[in-house]
């Protein structure tokens, strides 16, 4: 009875020892905002143009730090906000939005789209595509490229970006 019991204490131990060196997980969001000029005389009517935000920093490491986590670490980053807004007016010179992530060493990748513009608005959300996007925050810089279709003249536009990223990851040990 001794030993089964014995056994038993053993067990439990090994088994509550086990259960504590599971990894520990964090998710946290990072915001990035920047504008992007569209000059009017730069655009046909109902013909794609491209426009490129400036670069943003992504301050990535001094954010994992701050999560207690580390680039190494870091299972997924996905995009889970990209606004688009007007100060001045509204947004129905546009017909359609595409916008790609890029970054030096990286493809460009699309993150978000809209391919009908609703009348009268001064803001609008895009269609975000599910897409893994770590190594591209993992950069120091990245940058938007914002290919536009419009349908009348804009005198010109100086569009707000608001995006919003979700990172999951692990915690360090």
């Given at each position: 009875?001794?030993?089964?019991?014995?056994?038993?204490?053993?067990?439990?131990?090994?088994?509550?020892?086990?259960?504590?060196?599971?990894?520990k997980f964090t998710e946290f969001d990072?915001?990035?905002?920047?504008?992007?000029?569209?000059?009017?005389?730069?655009?046909?009517?109902?013909?794609?143009?491209?426009?490129?935000?400036?670069?943003?920093?992504?301050?990535?490491?001094?954010?994992?730090?701050?999560?207690?986590t580390l680039q190494n670490l870091v299972?997924?980053?996905?995009?889970?906000?990209?606004?688009?807004?007007?100060?001045?007016?509204?947004?129905?010179?546009?017909?359609?939005?595409?916008?790609?992530?890029?970054?030096?060493?990286?493809?460009d990748i699309l993150v978000a789209s809209?391919?009908?513009?609703?009348?009268?608005?001064?803001?609008?959300?895009?269609?975000?595509?599910?897409?893994?996007?770590?190594?591209?925050?993992?950069?120091?810089?990245?940058?938007?490229?914002?290919?536009?279709?419009?349908?009348?003249?804009?005198?010109?536009?100086?569009?707000?970006?608001?995006?919003?990223?979700?990172?999951?990851?692990?915690?360090?040990?």
């Amino acid at each position: 009875m001794k030993k089964i019991l014995g056994v038993l204490i053993i067990l439990s131990l090994v088994v509550l020892n086990l259960s504590c060196k599971k990894d520990k997980f964090t998710e946290f969001d990072i915001d990035y905002t920047t504008t992007l000029s569209v000059p009017a005389a730069s655009i046909t009517v109902n013909v794609p143009a491209d426009f490129n935000s400036p670069e943003i920093p992504t301050d990535s490491k001094d954010k994992f730090t701050s999560e207690k986590t580390l680039q190494n670490l870091v299972d997924e980053i996905k995009m889970t906000k990209f606004d688009i807004s007007v100060a001045n007016g509204n947004l129905n010179f546009l017909k359609s939005l595409s916008i790609y992530l890029k970054t030096s060493g990286l493809g460009d990748i699309l993150v978000a789209s809209k391919t009908t513009i609703p009348q009268g608005v001064s803001s609008l959300a895009m269609d975000l595509q599910d897409v893994n996007i770590k190594e591209y925050i993992f950069k120091d810089k990245i940058q938007f490229r914002v290919t536009v279709t419009i349908q009348s003249s804009p005198t010109s536009a100086q569009l707000k970006m608001d995006q919003r990223v979700h990172v999951k990851a692990k915690l360090v040990k």
